[in-house]
């Protein structure tokens, strides 16, 4: 009976898990999975944690090989997410896309990634239509494409019962009682303006990259981010195998808001 038992436990594998989702992804496993026997965390930057860690590269396939040996489920977390601007394009390809596709080849029985966002209304069945010109998400386009193809395994989106409102309004949940306030309900400058002056800040970088790092938070994508309401509207994964978010939408808020807070006070 003790051999049957142990057959049972399962061993994950979170890439990224240092990282802001993983270490979040690897908490929860500690406290919600009953059948977790170990959990090893691969990231290129090693935190204190109390599991198997594992330094390397997703971009390494040996590395990423040796790593998900004898794992039951690997959670993929580890990226690089740039939409600024200060790291190269090549940089975030190969991390992004390069690294994606070496944990899909894992001989693990069950495969979860991190993927890119859905379209702005729709389910897991909604074509993805948006061309991408940044380098950030038309690296995680590309990975998760190859992921695809490389197992056809089935994709499902993770959601939770949040409200329907735009990026900024979205935002403001949380940070509002942090304290931060917009100016108005309408941007203090044009569409038109902040749309010549996106596409400006993409030429000085692009002219000042030689000589220093110009990384503005005003750019194409993020004007695009800031001015798109992005919604899933789904229950395949509730109807598949009885998934139920873990917390509710005012339990998730009260725990994001306190960890704002949290991070405001270390940082003073």
């Known amino acids: 009976m003790a051999d049957s038992a142990q057959a049972q436990k399962l061993v994950y594998l ?17 406290q919600q999975e009953p059948q977790l026997r170990e959990l090893r965390i691969f990231d290129l930057h090693l935190g204190p944690v109390q599991v198997t860690a594992i330094q390397g590269d997703v971009t390494q396939a040996h590395e990423v090989a040796a790593a998900v040996a004898g794992a039951h489920v690997v959670i993929h977390t580890a990226g690089l997410v740039d939409v600024f601007g200060k790291t190269s394009p090549e940089t975030i390809h190969e991390v992004n896309v390069q ?45 998760e494409q190859l992921v695809l193809e490389a197992n056809g395994r089935k994709v499902y989106f993770c959601y939770d019962n949040s409200p329907y409102k735009s990026y900024e309004d979205f935002n403001m949940e949380f940070l509002g009682p942090c304290g931060l306030r917009l100016v108005g309900t309408r941007p203090l400058l044009p569409y038109w303006l902040l749309v010549f002056l996106a596409a400006l800040n993409v030429l000085l970088q692009w002219l000042l990259r030689p000589l220093l790092l110009y990384a503005p938070l005003l750019n194409p994508y993020t004007l695009a981010m800031a001015n798109t309401t992005f919604t899933v509207s789904t229950d395949k994964a509730r109807r ?15 725990r994001t808001i306190r960890w704002v807070q949290a991070m405001e006070r270390s940082a003073q």
């Open 14 to 30: 979170v890439t990224g898990g240092c990282g802001f989702l993983g270490e979040h992804v690897v908490r929860m496993l500690l």
């Open 99 to 143: 690294g994606s596709p070496n944990t899909s080849r894992a001989p693990s029985p069950l495969s979860i990634k991190n993927l890119p966002s859905p379209p702005t209304r729709g389910n897991e069945n909604t074509p993805y239509e948006a061309v991408h010109r940044h380098p950030y998400p038309c690296s995680k386009a590309l990975a």
């Open 240 to 254: 598949h195998f009885g998934y139920e978010p873990p917390f509710s939408w005012e339990e998730s808020r009260t």
